[in-house]
Nanobody, 120 residues
Framework: QVTLMESGGGSVQAGGSLRLSCAVS?????LAWFRQAPGQEREGVAT?????TVYADSVKGRFTISQDNQNTLYLQMNSLKPEDTAMYYC???????????????????WGQGTQVTVSS
């Protein structure tokens, strides 16, 4: 079992940057960042395993997922847009089928979320 705790959310103007962090209690998992806006489904934005990364088209070139050697997961978000406003969650699982990399059903463990608000 693994526990996850996000931090680093906040409010920023469009075009600004934020870095989210997620403390991960154990290594050896595929990790991902998801987001959920009010009234919308939770969607995956980026995932990492063994330094191999995959991004959703909506954030490619603007967001960067990374992990340090102390089991902290990061999401560097640049050129933020109002449509990036959402609750952001980190997620983990031992093994995720390729078809579920950006689907909530692919991940067993979740953090509590951190709010990101981007104003125009």
């Amino acid at each position: 079992q693994v526990t996850l705790m996000e931090s680093g959310g906040g409010s920023v103007q469009a075009g600004g940057s934020l870095r989210l962090s997620c403390a991960v209690s154990r290594n050896g998992y595929r990790l991902a960042w998801f987001r959920q806006a009010p009234g919308q489904e939770r969607e995956g934005v980026a995932t990492i395993r063994d330094s191999s990364t995959v991004y959703a088209d909506s954030v490619k070139g603007r967001f960067t997922i990374s992990q340090d050697n102390q089991n902290t997961l990061y999401l560097q978000m640049n050129s933020l847009k109002p449509e990036d406003t959402a609750m952001y969650y980190c997620a983990a699982d031992r093994s995720v089928p390729t078809s579920l990399l950006f689907r909530p059903a692919g991940y067993t463990y979740w953090g509590q979320g951190t709010q990101v608000t981007v104003s125009s």
